[in-house]
């Protein structure tokens, strides 16, 4: 959040995440928005993303006002980006006054912005006196009875939980009686003990506050996304936020390895709960439920990115812990069975669009569209969610790095199948040890290791990926024998192929259901859930 002040009015500006697996957070901004601007690449015209978020716009009948960025790029083609997003808004079925929509041409990294792209401006004054003019300023009465709808979750080492939302109705002042009402119904009453604004890019203390104000409220620390601060006197509550269901789940696990509370900070069950159910108090679209089965939890979120990005926010706070492969979740409607679906664009050169076209067909993907522009080509599929796994490390070293996905959620459809993850095995270390030079050179033909030499491992751990579609126990610890009689002739060089690295992302994209991702601060292991040599 921030704001700033043009020509006697705050102007108070919300940032949205472009992806649809942060549609919930999406969802939660456009509820404090009075109108959108719509940021356009000059070159590149609307994405995916630019779908998910203005699908949501327009849902809540926000104003437009287009914005072409990068005007200043050699190639770019600002005309023709404006169509696109033209045929975008007919494609959502924009209604007439949102289709006559004002467009404003910028540079933001030059700092100008003009009403043509053939005149470069020479300050931003033009997008702001758009906003001024296109965007409607709040509803709200500052007399009428108090609403405030919490939006998102912030927190304090001194204040503790802070609720942070719009205004919509009345004032707020410190130490104020106020009503929360719940999302569950319940209704408790507090005190306001501090309310911040946001100047800039920053959280400024005030004095007071009312309706059209993005403020951020202590006082009460069991406040949630979603709950309303109200009049104790004549309580107005609002209707609770309408999120999308999630769609993909992981298991969260406490780290049971034999390397388990060597590298983190936090490794037991009890910060790994503490810590989901925390961030799950911020976040309405990520849900987190105990396993019955065994101890850990199931996380549900958005799809795999947001998930992901989690992992590799605990790991950055010192949790060590364990996930299992992401799982769709599916649902039955008129006894059959349904799966999520999305809506994959991709750019990439054209010598590579065969290998891919045929890597999303067995992936269950069907070709919705394909441009050609130039040497690129543009293919559209609608594909299960589950097709999309691991997907995208494909993608970069079949287009040698020059393929660009995007994807957004399309729906649920018919249940596609069944679908293999990987078509290789693995190969896994008999024994605990350390790696060794001599054997991974002898192993090195069986197939690609993502370890190399004078690496810790241990019994169970994945050290490498099979040639052949089935698992390979092996020991990559074993020594070369040395004896007192002298060779005749020398020794070979042992000459190794630099190992397979592969990030966070890859490793939960690439394991099946019988094996885990082991994530600490400073590794990520592959390892078989059961080992039995």
């Known amino acids: 959040n921030g704001s700033f002040i043009y020509a006697g009015h705050t102007i108070n500006i919300i940032d949205t995440p472009g992806h649809a697996d942060f549609g919930g957070e999406v969802e939660r901004v456009l509820q404090m928005a009075d109108g959108a601007l719509l940021l356009v690449d000059a070159q590149e015209g609307p994405m995916p993303q630019t779908y998910f978020v203005l699908k949501k716009a327009l849902a809540r009948r926000l104003p437009v006002v287009l914005v072409v960025n990068k005007i200043d790029k050699p190639a770019a083609r600002a005309r023709w980006a404006v169509d696109q997003v033209f045929d975008l808004f007919v494609t959502l079925g924009a209604p007439d006054r949102i289709l006559d929509f004002h467009v404003v041409y910028a540079s933001a990294r030059d700092g100008h912005a003009s009403l043509d792209p053939a005149q470069h401006g020479t300050d931003m004054r033009p997008l702001f006196d758009a906003i001024l003019k296109y965007i409607p300023?709040?509803?709200?009465?500052?007399?009428?009875?108090?609403?405030?709808?919490?939006?998102?979750?912030?927190?304090?080492?001194?204040?503790?939980?802070?609720?942070?939302?719009?205004?919509?109705a009345g004032r707020l002042v410190p130490n104020q009686p106020v009503m929360l009402a719940t999302t569950g119904g319940k209704r408790e009453t507090a005190r306001i003990t501090k309310i911040y604004r946001y100047e800039r890019d920053r959280k400024v203390e005030t004095g007071a506050a009312e309706a059209g104000d993005v403020v951020a409220v202590a006082g009460l620390e069991t406040v949630m996304v979603g709950d309303?601060?109200?009049?104790?006197?004549?309580?107005?509550?609002?209707?609770?936020?309408?999120?999308?269901?999630?769609?993909?789940?992981?298991?969260?696990?406490?780290?049971?390895?034999?390397?388990?509370g060597r590298e983190g900070t936090y490794s037991t069950g009890i910060h790994l709960a503490e810590r989901l159910r925390r961030e799950a108090l911020g976040d309405?679209?990520?849900?987190?439920e105990e396993l019955a089965d065994e101890i850990g939890f199931k996380v549900s979120g958005r799809g795999e990115l947001h998930i992901s990005i989690k992992v590799e926010k605990m790991r950055r706070e010192g949790f060590e812990f364990q996930v299992s492969s992401p799982h769709v979740i599916t649902k039955e409607e008129g006894g059959a069975l349904l799966e999520p679906y999305e809506d994959v664009t991709i750019d990439l050169p054209e010598m590579y669009m065969g290998v891919v076209i045929e890597k999303l067909g067995g992936r269950k993907g069907v070709m919705q569209e394909i441009v050609r522009n130039a040497d690129m080509v543009r293919l559209r599929y609608k594909i299960p969610t589950r097709g999309l796994f691991g997907f995208k490390g494909e993608l970069m070293s079949d287009t040698k790095g020059?393929?660009?996905?995007?994807?957004?959620?399309?729906?649920?459809?018919?249940?596609?199948?069944?679908?293999?993850?990987?078509?290789?095995?693995?190969?896994i270390s008999m024994q605990d040890g350390v790696t060794v030079a001599f054997a991974l050179f002898n192993l090195q033909d069986r197939g690609r290791l993502f370890m190399g030499p004078g690496e810790r491992i241990y019994r169970g751990q994945?050290?490498?990926?099979?040639?052949?579609?089935?698992?390979?126990?092996?020991?990559?610890?074993?020594?070369?024998?040395?004896?007192?009689?002298?060779a005749a002739g020398r020794d070979d060089n042992v000459i190794l192929t630099p190992p397979a690295l592969m990030s966070l992302d890859a490793c939960i994209a690439y394991i099946n259901d019988d094996e885990l991702v082991e994530v600490t601060p400073k590794s990520v292991r592959l390892r078989k859930r059961h080992f039995r040599p």
């Open 137 to 168: 300023p709040p509803k709200g009465s500052p007399d009428a009875p108090l609403q405030l709808q919490v939006a998102s979750i912030d927190h304090s080492s001194f204040l503790g939980r802070l609720g942070i939302g719009k205004i919509t």
């Open 228 to 260: 309303t601060y109200t009049d104790p006197e004549n309580p107005c509550p609002l209707p609770p936020l309408p999120v999308d269901p999630p769609t993909v789940s992981m298991n969260f696990i406490p780290n049971n390895s034999p390397f388990a």
């Open 284 to 288: 309405v679209a990520l849900h987190v």
């Open 402 to 427: 020059m393929g660009v996905l995007n994807y957004i959620f399309a729906g649920y459809g018919p249940h596609a199948g069944e679908m293999r993850n990987r078509r290789n095995g693995v190969l």
């Open 462 to 486: 994945i050290i490498g990926e099979h040639a052949r579609d089935n698992d390979l126990v092996v020991n990559p610890s074993k020594g070369k024998k040395l004896t007192n009689i002298r």
